[in-house]
């Protein structure tokens, strides 16, 4: 959990965030004092479909008002219920001949207050009424019996069903009657790695390392369960779906999915997950739907939807979409049609384009890479060495770079993105597992062993030192090929120089990375040329060292490097990885031979 914050405050925050956010649409208006966001265009001649409640989740609920969704929000305190002024307020800001539907999440502020202005505005002579959502399974029917299930972020998808639906004219009992059929056929769980930190607070609840808490709420609130030692990313989406799906739970069993029923699937961000892993979790809860539950959804839908603040935690909802239209005076495929219908809200960050016909089949979209054909070595173009000799060199390489990672990884994390050790160690990997299974260097054939290493920097390397070292290996086969009559008549070593000086010609033409720049550049040029200029392999070695050895000394002109700041009193940088690892590489290629 990340304790640090850009405003270290929340004073003034809600507001100023609120007025950040009716930027980015110059219909909404923001009613500073009330905390009230409205769509100033929202037509008298539909129901106005309010929603709201504490801050801190954003883009819930001021990012869904606009078209098709809601006509206005009301925002309380970071994880605290609005007032019943407030919500008055927005009612009054988007006044409606056909009456006003509040939707909010089952918590108990919001129920009062929320349910306190619908009084009022009843009183009035004003149609409302007011729809509960509740979704969560971690409450179950013993312990929710008086109070009802919690709300997650499931009830975004219910605004969006709602929203479309108002916008074609539905009278406020119609949108009640369907909000009931809608949350009834929610099932939902969140699990958290940590609970989220609040601007300005010192004392915050924490899970250790090895926790995971499941059945948590959006306000840091204790979950149901924690799992210690921390399940599996498998484990957990395991445990998740079986507390939401299993029809044998008697407590959790709060919605029937039969064989053949049509779903959707929500995952929400809490704040705190990268998109990297969210995209995994996606992967993982489809897969397991399929395989163990026979449920692939119609519409899936992640990112974030209702946060809490920064908290690395997520939950996950199943909406079964043919039973809300068996419960309704709609049908499937209106239901559809409501999430599917544009708005102008951040419910677009998540929905994507999923419309029938375009929507296909998961196992459709899920393709096979073109077959690839391998480069045929040509005898007369080899150059050939012992087959033992190369294998001890490649392996004693390899086995050097995968020894020097740790070290590769932390010099890199101070001056660049931390990611050079794991990609030369990716290659080391790659080529001992050639060796080993596919006996790459059992002919002696320097060309296929260059052509294995093409393949592995073009397939697994990436990055600019997999770019560059692309590049390198492609012209050095391609040199080695053109050059290897030089060994009958001048010996392995001339082809070498002329290979080793063509490569780093051409590397010339795609960096401008010099000796000096602190690059890879300054091991293999140092390496080359002293090829070039007729010294042995054992001195070509010796210039790379040295080479990589003046990197500590010399301050970065070229690639990330040149952005981190390096002080004047610095006397002496780690090397450069790139050409440390190069360096490490050329010197095990030595030590195999001796």
Avoid at 56 to 66: D, F, I, L, N, R
Avoid at 127 to 136: A, S, V
Avoid at 163 to 174: K, Q, V, Y
Avoid at 420 to 429: I, M, P, R, S, V
Wanted: charged share 20%.
């Amino acid at each position: 959990m990340s304790k640090r914050h850009l405003f270290p405050s929340l004073e003034g925050l809600v507001p100023k965030a609120l007025r950040g956010i009716v930027a980015y649409n110059p219909r909404l208006s923001l009613d500073e004092t009330n905390r009230v966001v409205f769509d100033s265009e929202a037509a008298r001649s539909n129901v106005s479909i309010i929603s709201g409640g504490g801050s801190g989740h954003e883009p819930a609920w001021s990012g869904y008002v606009g078209t098709n969704m809601l006509a206005a929000s009301v925002a309380g305190d970071v994880f605290a219920s609005p007032s019943t002024k407030q919500i008055l307020a927005a009612i009054e800001a988007v006044p409606s001949d056909k009456g006003t539907l509040l939707v909010i999440t089952n918590y108990t502020g919001d129920c009062l207050h929320f349910g306190l202005a619908a009084e009022k505005t009843k009183a009035k002579g004003h149609g409302c009424k007011m729809l509960i959502c509740g979704d969560d399974v971690s409450i179950g029917k013993v312990n929710g019996s008086l109070v009802g299930r919690r709300g997650l972020a499931a009830q975004i998808g219910v605004l969006k069903i709602l929203g479309a639906a108002g916008a074609r004219g539905a009278s406020l009992d119609e949108l009640y009657d369907l909000g009931i059929a809608v949350t009834g056929q929610i099932v939902s769980i969140a699990a958290t790695l940590d609970h989220c930190h609040v601007p300005g607070r010192t004392e915050h609840g924490a899970l250790n390392d090895d926790e995971v808490e499941i059945g948590t709420g959006p306000h840091n609130e204790p979950g149901y369960k924690k799992l210690s030692p921390a399940p599996t990313p498998q484990g957990l989406v395991k445990q998740i779906l079986t507390y939401c799906l299993d029809q044998n739970d008697p407590e959790r069993s709060y919605v029937k999915f039969n064989p053949g029923d049509e779903t959707a699937l929500l995952v929400s961000n809490f704040g705190g997950m990268s998109n990297l892993e969210l995209g995994g979790l996606v992967d993982e809860l489809l897969q397991q739907l399929l395989a163990d539950w026979n449920i692939e959804p119609v519409r899936v839908y992640y990112g974030c939807l209702e946060t809490s603040l920064n908290a690395p935690a997520f939950s996950v909802s199943v909406i079964n979409l043919t039973a809300i239209a068996a419960n309704a005076k709609y049908s499937l495929e209106q239901i559809k049609e409501f999430l599917d219908v544009r708005t102008d809200t951040a419910w677009e960050a998540v929905a994507g384009f999923q419309s029938n016909p375009q929507r296909r089949p998961r196992a459709e979209q899920l393709v096979q890479p073109p077959k690839e054909t391998r480069k045929v070595v040509d005898d007369a173009t080899d150059l050939k060495i012992d087959p033992e000799l190369l294998e001890k060199m490649l392996r004693a390489a390899c086995e050097a770079v995968n020894a020097a990672e740790p070290d590769l990884t932390k010099w890199d994390t101070v001056m660049g993105d931390g990611d050079c050790g794991l990609t030369l160690q990716t290659g080391a990997t790659a080529l001992l597992d050639a060796i080993n299974s596919r006996q790459v260097a059992a002919k002696g054939s320097v060309v296929e062993v260059l052509t294995e290493l093409e393949d592995i920097v073009e397939s697994k390397m990436g990055g600019t030192l997999g770019g560059i070292l692309g590049i390198f290996f492609v012209s050095l086969r391609t040199a080695v090929e053109e050059n290897s009559e030089l060994a009958k008549t001048d010996g392995p070593i001339a082809v070498w120089a002329k290979a080793l000086s063509s490569a780093i010609s051409h590397l010339g033409h795609y960096t401008p990375a010099k000796v000096g720049d602190r690059t890879v550049m300054d091991t293999l040029i140092p390496f080359a040329k002293a090829f070039e200029a007729g010294k042995s392999f054992e001195e070509s070695v010796a210039e790379a060292v040295r080479g990589s050895e003046n990197t500590k000394t010399l301050r970065p002109r070229l690639g990330r490097a040149t952005y981190v700041g390096v002080g004047a009193e610095s006397k002496e940088l780690p090397p450069d990885p790139g050409a440390w690892g190069a360096m490490v590489a050329i010197q095990g290629l030595l030590s195999g031979a001796n």
